[in-house]
């Protein structure tokens, strides 16, 4: 069987003279797994409805937001209603409150919180307001997070772990980037001692909690808690960028499952329910410094916009009601082990991990605990086992350093169907 792409391609072909790459975000360019993009028409549940008519099985979500399938039709009646009372009014809304609170609810670490238009914009803000607060420039990032595009955080280590930060993309100044500094994942003594190196000069950490850029790599309790008090002694902001775990792992987020408060906290994904939305907050003392009541700058003509705001009150309304982290966990633990017995008995070596509604897989015998790590599990064995499965009709994330996603419409025939056509995958092993 292979796939019709007629019309995919073509567009392709179009796309690629209007955007550079074809594409407006790099990692649906399918560049890592050599073959190209497929573009969809449509969506519903757990089904994607490409403009060739294939149909896909899909474990992105989105990267995140469809933790309760596509076209909701909660959300879709949601937003319907917004839209005949207006798309955006650049002034305050009753509705911009009453999402923040069911955030706050859940998040309590969170006692104010302002709310953007991407992850990005979140994470970014993040940064100037440590900055600005605590009047230091520093900050340490770890290698292998991704915190979006902001020019601070696209910064890799260079080989020592104390060396300065290089820039990851041209464009970034090496004035800027030498205020970041790249330590491993889950490696307390490299981030102790850079620490203290540093000094008095350092502003923030910021630390995906539980890790979904480099694959699905969850962060150990005691590497998140030692990231508090380095934090604590130093005066440092400490910042957890939830804008992936974030109502994807539990309504609590990672912080709730580890049960430690950092000081600001990035979301997105899944609180927009699919329209582009982020947020960030924390402690109050630290909010307050944002204008207009404090001293740094942060804004947005589309910030807190109403269609954004109705998908998110209607999606986080669902999710607290339903709170299906245990199931949606349950349900993925159950589809891996699923392959790692068919790869077991083809000798394939094949490691998974899941929490709540994320998921990964890599290509090994022992599952990665940082980017190194994950750089060394086997790429000829994703790249075909992606394509293989893409052309069975299975839709998972096009990079081994992307995790997988499942949502409240994957039940158990939607899982059958899956392990039925990952069985006929690894036929071609
Ligand atoms: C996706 C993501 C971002 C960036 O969010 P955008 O909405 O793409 O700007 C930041 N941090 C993490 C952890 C993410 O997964």
């Known amino acids: 069987m292979s796939l019709k792409r007629t019309n995919s391609d073509l567009l392709f072909k179009k796309a690629k003279t209007l955007m550079p790459g074809g594409v407006n975000s790099p990692v649906r360019a399918f560049k890592n797994v050599g073959t190209d993009p497929i573009f969809f028409k449509s969506a519903k549940g757990p089904i994607l409805t490409d403009e060739d008519n294939n149909t896909y099985i899909d474990f992105i979500g989105s990267w995140g937001p469809m933790i309760l399938g596509h076209s909701n039709p ?50 970014m803000s993040c940064i100037r307001l440590a900055r600005g607060y605590s009047g230091k420039n520093k900050i340490i990032k770890f290698t292998g997070c991704y915190h979006g595009h902001v020019d601070s955080l696209l910064v890799k280590a260079g080989s020592g772990v104390s060396t300065f930060g290089l820039p990851d993309s041209p464009g ?34 910021i630390v995906e909690p539980i890790a979904g850029n480099m694959g699905f790599v969850p962060g150990q309790s005691h590497f998140l808690q030692t990231l508090r008090d380095l934090c604590d002694k130093t005066d440092a902001v400490l910042i957890f960028d939830e804008v992936m775990s974030g109502f994807r792992v539990s309504l609590g987020g990672a912080q709730e499952i580890y049960k430690i408060k950092p000081d600001l906290t990035a979301l997105g994904k899944v609180i927009g329910g699919g329209l582009p939305v982020g947020a960030f ?43 299906p982290f245990q199931s949606l ?29 994320m998921f990964g897989f890599f290509f ?46 994957h039940n158990s025939s939607i899982l059958d169907q899956t392990i039925e056509k990952v069985n006929l995958t690894l036929k071609e092993f």
Do not use: W
Request: some cysteine; aromatic content about 6%; overall charge negative.
């Open 329 to 357: 966990e349950d349900s993925s633990k159950h589809l891996l082990s699923s392959i790692k017995e068919m790869c077991d008995a083809k000798g394939i070596p094949f490691s998974h991990a899941s929490i709540g509604g």
């Open 281 to 323: 907050g924390g402690k109050e003392s630290i909010m307050n410094q944002l204008a207009p009541i404090g001293p740094v700058y942060q804004a947005g003509t589309l910030s807190g916009n109403p269609l954004a705001m109705s998908a998110g009150i209607a999606l986080m309304t669902t999710l607290i009601d339903m709170n």
């Open 364 to 409: 090994s015998e022992e599952l990665p605990n940082n980017f190194d790590e994950v750089v060394k599990t086997n790429d000829e064995l994703f790249i075909k086992f992606f394509n293989t499965a893409l052309k069975n009709g299975i839709y998972f994330a096009p990079s081994k350093y992307e995790a997988g996603f499942i949502s409240t419409t």
């Open 172 to 205: 970034i100044p090496d004035e800027l980037a030498k205020l970041t500094y790249s330590c491993p994942y889950n490696d307390v003594d490299s981030v102790t001692k850079v620490v203290s190196e540093i000094g008095d000069d350092l502003a923030a950490i």
């Open 74 to 123: 909660i959300i879709v009646d949601a937003v319907k209603k917004q839209l005949e009372l207006g798309t955006s009014y650049g002034a305050p809304t009753g509705i911009e409150n009453k999402l923040a609170e069911l955030i706050k609810i859940q998040v309590p670490s969170m006692q104010k919180l302002r709310m953007v238009n991407s992850g990005t914009e979140a994470t």
